[in-house]
């Protein structure tokens, strides 16, 4: 796995920091969020380190692709398979960690 130092995602997939996992295979780890934003916020990071989503499509496109594809899995097993998907990228955009992630939002009728 390529991580990097001082990275706190990069902490939670190696085990040194304490999550709650959701779903973990060979490409990507989900977690839950530790201050949810709705009955279900998951979080999906990529085990290798990416600053953002953008650096992770052009990188690693298929864990782009299993990103999506493990959302729709939580959002059917812990939900009624809807859901938001959410990349905040940069930090005028929220972005406050920055190892790319993917926000999954579901188990509600979510605000506009
Ligand atoms: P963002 O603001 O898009 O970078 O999202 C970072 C998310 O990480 C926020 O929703 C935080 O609540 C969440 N978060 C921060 N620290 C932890 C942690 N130790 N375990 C789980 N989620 C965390
Ligand atoms: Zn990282």
Redesign the pocket.
């Known amino acids: 796995m390529a991580?990097?130092d001082d990275?706190?995602?990069?902490?939670i997939?190696a085990g040194k920091i304490p999550s709650t996992k959701v779903y973990e295979d060979d490409l990507v780890y989900a977690f839950n969020d530790l201050n949810p934003k709705a009955k279900v916020h998951v979080l999906i990071?990529p085990k290798?380190?990416?600053?953002n989503v953008v650096e992770l499509e052009q990188k690693e496109p298929a864990t782009l692709a299993r990103i999506i594809e493990v959302a729709q899995k939580i959002a059917s097993d812990k939900a009624d398979g809807t859901f938001r998907l959410i990349f905040n990228t940069g930090r005028n955009a929220g972005q406050s960690?920055?190892?790319?992630h993917a926000h999954v939002l579901t188990g509600e009728v979510l605000p506009e």
């Open positions: 991580q990097k990275c706190l995602f990069c902490k997939v990071v290798n380190h990416y600053d960690v920055f190892h790319a």
